[in-house]
């Protein structure tokens, strides 16, 4: 991670803006786990970064509101169907 890039993460993490976008820190902090998971289980980034950061890659995404929690708490992606950049859902009942 370039020095520019994480210095922007950590100024983000400790503005506002963030928290209250998301809608609290507790909300910020469940979207950041969510999306973590997902994208370690694999999910393609929804931003173009110069780092392998997966923390760096989420706060960016939520910068750049590209995800959100629903009123349930469960990850969204803008834009997109509920299945992509989320977790691997299998259906094992159906093997």
């Given at each position: 991670m370039g020095a520019r890039e994480g210095e922007r993460m950590i100024?983000?993490?400790k503005e506002e803006e963030i928290v209250n976008?998301?809608?609290?820190?507790?909300?910020l902090s469940t979207l950041i786990q969510k999306r973590l998971v997902a994208l370690n289980a694999g999910a393609r980034p929804l931003v173009d970064l110069e780092t392998k950061e997966k923390m760096e890659?989420?706060?960016?995404?939520?910068?750049r509101n590209k995800?959100?929690?629903?009123?349930?708490?469960?990850?969204?992606?803008t834009?997109?169907?509920p299945s992509v950049g989320g977790p691997?859902?299998?259906d094992l009942d159906s093997l």
């Open positions: 100024d983000a993490l976008k998301v809608g609290g820190r507790f909300k890659i989420v706060v960016e995404e939520i910068l995800i959100y929690l629903d009123s349930s708490n469960e990850l969204k992606i834009g997109s169907s691997i859902d299998f």
